[in-house]
């Protein structure tokens, strides 16, 4: 322990990960990491880990909640033109947080289809597990955090129009106009029409989430889940640890296609089989449909139909780009921004977090979007550049019996080798010519204690 121990008096404290986002409260601590409730940040072992990036306590840092003064929530939305962001998850709220750490008077206003509530979406892939519900994953109620941060708040409200040329966002409550606006709106479930909406789940927000874990709180299920991307198989280890039994299935021969090769994808399949999940590569889903005992059945193109209570879809995710058609903005499998300033082809609405793409390239990771907040807070408040420079970020898969980490992008036509390789832990290097490009590790030294 690298630190000394502190007064016991003084009052719990919160630390926030650089990496992920995650929050480390002295108060509640990490039981699942044998950290048990009021240990200390100073009495944390070197060696820990966040439990769901991976990084050590060395990329903690205290968490300072902004703090504005404020009389009330407004009970009526102030047409003052101002900055508008438009999406009120991780990246939403990491912008008005940085707009508000450069201007206390700036008007904001954040219309979100939603209710506003914070919350740390990572968490929701491993929260099952851990015997979660909405309350403990809420940080704080919409209404909470747009009193603390002088925000007014459009909850349960549709962005339906935007118009650069009035500087105009139409809602379902009204029209706003906007000095700056900016868009982080997400991304939302690819749904193939094979997997009817009203028969799955989709684990994309804490309200399919909450759904999702009302129901599996009822005793022991059968869920399937169809598609073995990172979301796919960090939720079949979370329900599998949950007592449920778990089918993963996927149209590729292994999971995590186009990320890991063969030798390392076979670990992570072999670590499912112990932990009671059974993988179905090589399948095509044809239908889902409901029985009348409330079961549901998934057809295959090859194979007998497969019964169970639940199916998740983890099918991958897409930008809605109705908003972008409508503005005339560049779209390019997602909002096409600047790499630098995250401004979008109009000058006057930036855009960062899930919705975008770089160079043709979504970018969905959280690791970023403090980053992209900051550069666009400072753009808008006209201050001196702060440039994002955007770099591949590093894959975490947070599988506890077999965690994966990624660092670099692999490519098709690179060619894997083996630098280490132990029951405990597999160590690969992908090159392109003479020139390393991503460095995988598949296990780790201390394995066996998170299994």
Known sequence: MSEQSVDQTTPWRQYICL???????????????????????????????????GVTKTDFELLKRQEITVCDQPMH?????????????IAGWSTVEALRALDATVPITLVTACSGDTYHKPELSVAISRGADKTTLVRETGYQAAQRLGVQLMAQTFA??????????????????????????????????????????????????????????????????????????????????????????DRNNAPLAGLLPDKAASRLVSSFTQLGISYLGGVDVTGVAAHDNGKRSITRQVGQPLEVDHV?????????????????????????????????????????GDCISIDGMPCRFIEPIKHQAQAIAHAVMGLDAVTYEHNPPVIRLKTRAMPVVLRGQPSAEGTWKTVHDTPDQLVMEQCLGDQSICHLTVGSSNQSQAA
């Open 312 to 352: 998740v879809a983890a099918t991958g995710l897409a930008t809605d780009n109705r908003l972008a058609r409508h503005a005339g903005l560049q779209f390019q499998r997602g909002l096409a921004v600047d790499p630098h300033t995250l401004r979008t082809s109009d000058p006057d609405i930036y855009a960062l």
């Open 19 to 53: 990496a992920c986002g995650l929050i480390y409260d002295e108060e509640q601590g990490d039981p699942d990491s044998g950290l048990a409730p009021g240990t200390r940040f100073e009495d944390i072992p070197d060696d820990w880990e966040c439990p769901l990036c």
């Open 77 to 89: 939305f102030n047409r003052k033109p101002g900055v508008v962001v438009i999406g009120a998850g």
């Open 160 to 249: 339906v129009g935007l118009s650069p040329t009035l500087k105009q966002l139409r809602t379902t409550r009204g029209s706003l106009n906007y000095t700056q606006l900016v868009l982080a709106q997400g991304a939302q479930p690819i749904l193939p029409a094979q997997l009817p909406a009203p028969l799955c789940w989709r684990v994309n927000d804490l309200a399919g989430w909450s759904g999702l874990q009302q129901a599996l709180a009822q005793g022991k299920q059968s869920i399937a889940i169809v598609g073995a991307g990172m979301i796919g198989c960090e939720l079949a280890e979370d329900f599998a640890r949950a007592g449920h039994t778990v089918t993963l299935l």
